[in-house]
């Protein structure tokens, strides 16, 4: 790996972890990051890793961002999320008019985003801007959000809408329905959302193709990397933290660990070695295979090229393959730990629950395994995500 990760930049997730940590019943309980969390991330100026240097913030490389991510669910897995999807979003306000992202960023460069992607709200063309209506899934974040952005269909009378267009909405203007009721991940906060009527100016909006126009601001190579690359910067080293906490956890459970029946403690059991070397062989190679992929696409990036169309197949792979591997773990670790690990509050059986969660996300769920091999064959992805 050729990026050379600052750090400080662990350091300061380091120092907010034992908040994180101390607030994870909490978080389960609520259902949302509890704002002490939440505090604590904004305070360390991590939400402004995506945003630019020029507005006040880190305007970070993938992998550095990626090991931040990685490194804060040792803490707390929700947090980590919190530096995932907000995130995204700030990443995004690189393709508005240069008035829409001072507006949403030049007061404040922390990422205070939520969004919902599925299924498109309904945008009807007014003077200035849109009108949107529409029912969000997902939103995760949105109980600390400042703007909540959508997917929305612009409606201008016709029978089949003409055009697909990301908006920010402002919070005020989005009620948040109680829907978070889940089994892993529940700090996350991700409920639905209800916008009846919002108006959204047109400085707010950009049109949600993979032809895009950066803004004045987002001219480095950071807004170059194309979207599905600082997805699988963001999401997947998720996955790989709660598969890291899992052996960590089953390791120190099999050195205090004597099961039913019988004399000696898990560790010293052969089977149980093979299994532990096993699962960290697997963790080591998805996690060398993501960041050697971030980091070839970054190098490639940073020299002036352009992302290509087998270079955005490979990072889909790479994260697809990165899931998949971190649920193969935790699941076998999961049955490693027995009986320990079927009781709420368990750290191994948070673990099992948050992965079965995360790894329901469309962007690496399996079926991506079937959008890279279309795109090996030279076929259109299956998948319009990987194009923009």
């Known amino acids: 790996m050729k990026t050379d990760v600052d750090p400080n930049l662990l350091e300061r997730i380091r120092s907010i972890g034992p908040i994180l940590k101390a607030n994870l019943a909490e978080g389960e309980r ?20 995506l945003t630019p240097k020029s507005l006040g913030g880190m305007e970070l490389d993938p992998v550095s961002y990626a090991t931040v991510i990685e490194e804060a669910v040792r803490f707390d897995s929700a947090a980590a999320w919190t530096i995932t999807n907000p995130l995204l979003w700030a990443f995004f306000c690189s393709r508005l008019p240069e008035q829409g992202a001072e507006e949403l960023l030049g007061q404040d460069p922390r990422a205070l985003f939520a969004a919902s992607i599925t299924p498109p709200m309904r945008a009807v063309p007014v003077d200035g801007g849109f009108q949107i209506t529409g029912d969000g899934r997902f939103a995760s974040n949105c109980h600390h959000a400042r703007w ?18 990301w908006a920010y909405i402002s919070r005020e203007d989005c009620q948040i329905l109680d829907t978070w009721d889940v089994l892993g991940m529940r700090a996350t906060g991700s409920d639905d959302i209800r916008v009846d009527n919002a108006f959204v100016p047109t400085q707010r909006a950009f049109p949600f193709t993979p032809e895009i126009t950066l803004g004045p601001r987002f001219q480095g190579p950071l807004y170059r990397f194309s979207f599905i690359g600082i997805v699988t910067a963001a999401l997947t080293p998720v996955m790989l933290g709660i598969a890291r906490v ?32 096993q699962a960290v062989a697997t963790l080591r190679a998805a996690r060398a295979l993501l960041y050697n992929t971030l980091d070839d696409v ?4 940073s020299s002036g090229q352009e992302v290509t169309v087998d270079q955005r197949a490979d990072l889909l792979l790479a994260a697809t393959n990165a899931s998949e ?3 193969r773990v935790v699941e076998r670790m999961h ?6 690990a079927i009781y709420s509050g368990n750290p191994i059986e948070r673990c099992f629950r948050d ?5 329901q996300h469309r962007f690496y769920t399996e079926s991506r395994y079937e959008t890279f091999g279309r795109m090996y064959f030279g076929l259109e992805p299956d998948y319009g995500m990987v194009m923009l």
Do not use: Y
């Open 30 to 49: 609520l259902r949302h990051l509890p704002q002490e969390s939440f505090d604590a991330l904004s305070g360390s100026e991590l939400l402004t890793m």
């Open 148 to 165: 909540i952005a959508s997917v929305c269909a612009v409606n201008d009378g016709e029978a089949t809408p003409n055009k697909i267009i």
């Open 246 to 277: 899992a052996i960590d956890e089953t390791t120190a459970l099999a050195k205090a660990k004597t099961a039913t029946g019988g004399n000696s403690v898990l560790w010293m059991n052969p089977s149980v070695q093979s299994q532990i070397g």
């Open 298 to 301: 970054w190098q490639w990036v």
């Open 325 to 327: 591997s971190a649920v």
């Open 335 to 340: 049955t490693l730990a027995g009986t320990s």
């Open 355 to 359: 992965i079965q969660v995360a790894r």
